[in-house]
Structures are given as C-alpha cells and as structure tokens.
C-alpha cells in the first residue's frame, strides 16, 4: 500500500548549465538525438511543434514521453507531456542554447509535478546529468571532424 508521501502532489525542479565547447548548430543537432542513458532506451524525438518524444520498442509498442511545445532551432527546444513518469503527471523540459566565447552554453530545465517519490526525484537528476555529459562529449567530438 502506498504511504502517504507517496500519494501527495510533489515537485520536481532540474537545472543544469554547461558549457560545451562546439558551434551552437552542432550541440542543437546533438541534442536532437538521443544519447548515453537515453539511446540505451530506444526514444526518439519527432523535431517539429507536435512532434513526438517517444520510446520506441517495435511492433507498435512504447512509452508516450512528451510533445514538443516549441523548438527554435538552434536555439530553443521544449516538451512537455508525461516523459518518464508513469504516474499522474505533467512535466515541462527546456534546452535553451546561447553562443558564447569558447562555445555554446546549454541550459537545462525540467520541471514536474505529480506523486513523484524522492528515488524518483534522485534518479531524474543523476540521469540528466548523464545525459549532460554525453551531448557534451558527442557534440564536442562532432566539432573535431568539421
């Protein structure tokens, strides 16, 4: 049965801010696909206003995760929807890009409220940052074969 904790509204709030050495189109391109954690778990992501953000298993199978609400490339990319949550939920993730010296600045946001439990709170921070550190290490790779 769950606890109390468990069946009341919480909060989720994820920032993240790094600096990623590589022209803002080639770290907008790289995040367009998935990687580290994420590719591991076959999503995909339609790029348009609409589009889906979606795990795909085959034969018509998967996981709804998210629409994209706006995307400005290379600049601006939202979702919102479910993303991995199964629960009763609603979250909202924010890429937002900007040029600076020395590369492009890529900042993320996920913000989500819902039953969501403290291991889930813990384990979406870790997998962001996960996800940070493997557009950073793609994109910047990208940016040595161009």
Do not use: C
């Amino acid at each position: 049965m769950a606890t109390e904790a468990q069946r009341s509204i919480q909060t989720l709030y994820v920032k993240k801010d790094t600096l990623i050495e590589a022209p803002i189109d080639v770290v907008f391109e790289t995040l367009l696909q998935p990687l580290g954690p994420l590719a591991d778990m076959k999503l995909k992501l339609e790029p348009w206003p609409g589009g889906r953000w979606y795990r795909d298993l085959g034969n018509n199978a998967g996981h709804f995760w998210g629409h994209v609400q706006v995307i400005r490339p290379p600049k601006l990319l939202e979702i919102v929807g479910p993303s991995m949550m199964s629960y009763p939920g609603a979250s909202r993730l924010q890429y937002r890009l900007t040029e600076e010296a020395g590369g492009t600045r890529r900042g993320l946001i996920h913000q989500a409220i819902g039953l969501i439990t403290p291991e889930h709170s813990e384990g979406v921070n870790k997998g962001w940052g996960e996800n940070v550190a493997a557009i950073k290490a793609a994109a910047e790779a990208e940016r040595g074969k161009r």
